[in-house]
């Protein structure tokens, strides 16, 4: 007879679902003129004036909003199984393509095989000293006084990682043409995600997807080239070390590559998630800091006990305790990505009630992680929450920027390593003066800054 005794604990199963309706809607459009206007307000309206768990319409789609941890992990974590990818838009299928992100069952598992060795730990520790260069080469370049966009001068930081990277050296003035035409094309997804053009079909003209178009065409074009240089290269010189090189040699279990327009999908989604995703975090950290002296005081004499002067490598990551704590609690309070959606499949069910196929299930890491009951005082920007010994417990899935379960973001390694190591780099050097007035936020795709964030550069010496 087994002794339960020694057997792992089963975790709690997550409290019943019990959905109630959300506000009114209007006919066909739903509660898209709403969420429309003003998406982050709907967003909190539903939480604190509905509930757990919201049923609401995106136009003609049936919604359902889900706001605690436990059905947000299991929504997560059924993700592959009986959830699929929410297909979010002609636009976004422009710059993603058919890339890991938007692929399902067989397909994405293959490349998901594929694409996952790229971005594991030995591969984002080869990138360390690149991204460190990178902030270095350019906050050696701030003046005392000096006043910058941090917003603009973050984003030439990832954009230069993320460049070097991924194609393994720098692209001179093409860097700033594909910078300026994924910009283009984040802010063209954005705007499609919460008005009726999510709902036309692909060949309907618009002056916005003209201009997606557009970028996407300029993309499409630097990116093909680099990969035709790389591959007629490649019987002498090898693939190269970098995600494109490995992209490039990468063979699934048949022993078949990855195709060109694969490569292509697959790099360029590298390139976008890896560049604005981390220049957005790390201007809302800053912003954060500035507005934390005591927070920023103790991240600097980290730096100085820790480093003593020289630049961070890999090997003081684990050791800049603080210095991921701030990036964590950044990325709690000012999460970039701040909604993950899924649709039913038949058969769907979350806490223990079937939801019916072709439902799109939300969860908002903005949402929840701003959420009173687990995050005392929760607009307060406080790194010592996740001290180790912490008084109030954070819930599992309380704290989800990079999403979770099988389809969890691939680069969340990547992305955090370099906002503490890029955060590190240039916090030895100088501080950020920024207007400490609440900005406002362009909500997008992404949560940025909905105008220039500007600051004050005070050297440390």
Known sequence: MTSTASMPPTAPPPPPLRPVPGPGRLPLLGNLPAFGRDPMGFVIRLRDQFGDAVTWSLGPRRSLFLFRPEHIAELLGAVEHSFDILDIGWAFRQVAGESVLLSKGADWRRKRSLVQPTVRPRQVRAYAATMTDCAREAADGWREGQRIDVHREMALITQRVVVRTLFGNDLGDRTRGLGDAMEVAEREIGA??????????????????????????????????????????????????????????????????????????????????????????????????????????????????????????????????????????????????????????????????????????????????????????????????????????????????????????????????????????????????????????????????????????????
């Open 192 to 461: 499609e995600l919460h008005s009726m053009a999510l709902f036309l079909p692909g060949w309907v003209p618009t002056p916005a997807r003209r201009r997606l178009r557009d970028a996407v065409a300029v993309i499409d074009a630097e990116v093909h080239r680099l990969i035709r240089e790389r591959q007629a290269s490649a019987t002498t010189e090898g693939h190269g070390d970098d995600l494109l090189g490995r992209l490039l040699a990468a063979h699934d279990e048949q022993g078949q590559p990855l195709s060109a327009k694969e490569v292509r999908d697959e790099a360029v989604t590298l390139w976008a998630a890896g560049h604005e995703t981390t220049s957005t975090l790390l201007t809302w950290t800053w912003y954060l800091l500035s507005a934390a002296p005591a927070a920023r005081a103790r991240l600097e004499a980290e730096l100085d006990r820790e480093l003593g002067g020289r630049p961070p490598h890999i090997d003081d990551y684990e050791r800049l305790t603080w210095t991921r704590q701030i990036v964590k609690e950044a990325l709690r309070v000012r999460p970039p990505v701040w909604l993950i959606p899924a649709v039913a499949r038949e058969g769907a069910v979350l806490g223990g009630l079937p939801v019916p196929a072709g439902t799109i299930a939300w969860a908002s890491p903005w949402a929840t992680q701003r959420d009173p009951r687990w995050f005392p005082d929760p607009t307060a920007f406080r790194p010592e929450r996740w001290d180790p010994d912490a008084p109030d417990a954070v819930p599992d899935h309380a704290w989800f920027p990079f999403g979770g379960g099988r389809r969890a973001c691939l680069g969340a390694r990547f992305a955090l390593v370099e906002a503490a190591l890029l955060l590190a780099t240039v916090a030895q050097r100088h501080r950020l003066e920024i207007d400490p007035a609440e900005p406002e936020t362009r909500v997008g795709l992404l949560l940025q800054p909905a105008s220039p964030l500007r600051a004050t550069v005070r050297s440390r010496g």
